[in-house]
C-alpha cells in the first residue's frame, strides 16, 4: 500500500495547475525555453531587451492611461502626449531610430483612438481575470474588457508588423481563456474576442461558442499534463536537458536564452534587439 493509500488520501482531486495562457505555450514552443523561464533556479541570465517589446509596452500603457485621462483630455493630442512621456528606449539601435519609431506608433494611437467615443468606459483595463477547469487554474491580464449589448468583448492591442487575420483571433487560446476567466471573474456572459491591430487599423474578431472555448481548454490541458509530467520526471532524477529537450527552428533568432542553447544558435542566426523595428 502506498503512502497516500495509507493516510486515506485516495480518491482526492488531482491538484490544479496553475498557468497564465502564455506559460502553456512557451512549453509548446519550445520545452527548453519552459524549462529556463519556469523551472531553473537561480534563473540564467537573458539576453538584451527587445526593441519591438518596449514599443508594445509604451503603446498598450498609454492607451492604458488615456482611459484615465479626463473625458475633455481624451484627445489625439492626449494620447501622443501619454506615448511620448511614457516611450520606452530600451533596445533601439541608436536614438534617431527610436525617435522615429516613437513618431510612427504615435500615429497609429492617434488614428486609433479618433474612432473611440471620448465618453466610453471599459469595463476593465489592464485587468486579471482567472478560472479554473478540471484541470487548471488559468489566470492571465486582459488588455482591455468592454461592455456591448449585455456581453463582454475581450481586446487585445497588436502593434507587431505583421498583418492578421480573423484566424489569428479564432486560434488564440489566449483570448479564448480570456473570455472564459471574464466570464467568471465578472459573471457577465462573454463569447466576442478581438484583436485590434495598430498599425493596420484594423480590427479581427471572432464569436466564440461553447464547443470551440471548449477545444482552446482541452488543448491548454493537455499541454499543462505534459509539463506535469516533464516536471516529475526531472524531480525523480530524469536528466532535464532531455526531458525538456529544446524545438530548434527559425524562432530562435529572438529566444532571450539563446546565448545558453547551442542548438538555438545553431537552428537560427542572432537577431539585432532593433530589427523587428526596422
Known amino acids: 500500500m502506498n503512502s497516500v493509500q495509507q493516510l486515506g488520501f485516495e480518491g482526492m482531486p488531482t491538484r490544479l495547475f496553475s498557468c497564465t495562457p502564455s506559460r502553456l505555450a512557451s512549453y509548446e514552443q519550445c520545452p527548453r525555453?519552459?524549462?529556463?523561464?519556469?523551472?531553473?533556479?537561480?534563473?540564467?541570465?537573458?539576453?538584451?531587451p527587445w526593441a519591438h517589446n518596449s514599443m508594445g509596452a509604451s503603446v498598450h500603457n498609454a492607451l492604458r492611461g488615456?482611459?484615465?485621462?479626463?473625458v475633455d483630455q481624451r484627445t489625439q493630442t492626449g494620447i501622443a502626449g501619454l506615448l511620448a512621456t511614457g516611450w520606452l528606449t530600451d533596445g533601439f539601435r541608436d536614438r534617431e531610430q527610436?525617435?522615429?519609431?516613437?513618431?510612427?506608433?504615435?500615429?497609429?494611437?492617434?488614428?486609433?483612438?479618433?474612432?473611440?467615443?471620448?465618453s466610453f468606459e471599459p469595463v476593465g483595463l489592464e485587468r486579471t481575470v482567472a478560472t479554473t477547469t478540471e484541470r487548471l487554474?488559468?489566470?492571465?491580464?486582459?488588455?482591455?474588457?468592454?461592455?456591448?449589448?449585455?456581453?463582454?468583448?475581450?481586446?487585445?492591442?497588436?502593434?507587431?508588423?505583421?498583418?492578421?487575420?480573423?484566424?489569428?483571433?479564432?486560434?488564440?487560446?489566449?483570448?479564448?481563456?480570456?473570455?472564459?476567466?471574464a466570464r467568471r471573474t465578472l459573471r457577465?456572459?462573454?463569447?466576442?474576442?478581438?484583436?485590434?491591430?495598430l498599425p493596420t487599423g484594423t480590427v479581427h474578431a471572432h464569436e466564440h461558442t461553447e464547443e470551440s472555448l471548449a477545444r482552446h481548454v482541452r488543448r491548454a490541458e493537455d499541454t499543462a499534463a505534459d509539463i506535469v509530467a516533464a516536471t516529475a520526471q526531472v524531480s525523480a532524477g530524469a536528466d532535464a536537458e532531455a526531458v525538456f529537450a529544446p524545438t530548434p527552428g527559425p524562432m530562435c533568432s529572438w529566444?532571450?536564452?539563446?546565448?545558453h542553447c547551442p542548438q538555438g544558435q545553431a537552428a537560427a542566426p542572432a537577431k539585432a534587439s532593433w530589427v523587428a523595428v526596422e
Open 98 to 118: 527610436s525617435e522615429a519609431v516613437r513618431a510612427r506608433a504615435t500615429d497609429w494611437v492617434k488614428d486609433y483612438v479618433s474612432e473611440i467615443e471620448p
Open 137 to 181: 487554474a488559468v489566470s492571465g491580464r486582459v488588455d482591455r474588457i468592454d461592455q456591448r449589448g449585455g456581453e463582454l468583448v475581450i481586446v487585445d492591442y497588436k502593434t507587431g508588423r505583421g498583418e492578421l487575420t480573423s484566424d489569428d483571433t479564432r486560434g488564440s487560446r489566449a483570448l479564448a481563456l480570456y473570455a472564459l476567466a
Open 188 to 197: 457577465r456572459p462573454c463569447s466576442r474576442v478581438e484583436l485590434h491591430h
Open 33 to 48: 525555453r519552459y524549462r529556463m523561464t519556469y523551472v531553473d533556479r537561480p534563473q540564467l541570465p537573458k539576453g538584451p
Open 66 to 70: 488615456w482611459f484615465d485621462l479626463p
Open 255 to 259: 529566444c532571450d536564452w539563446r546565448r
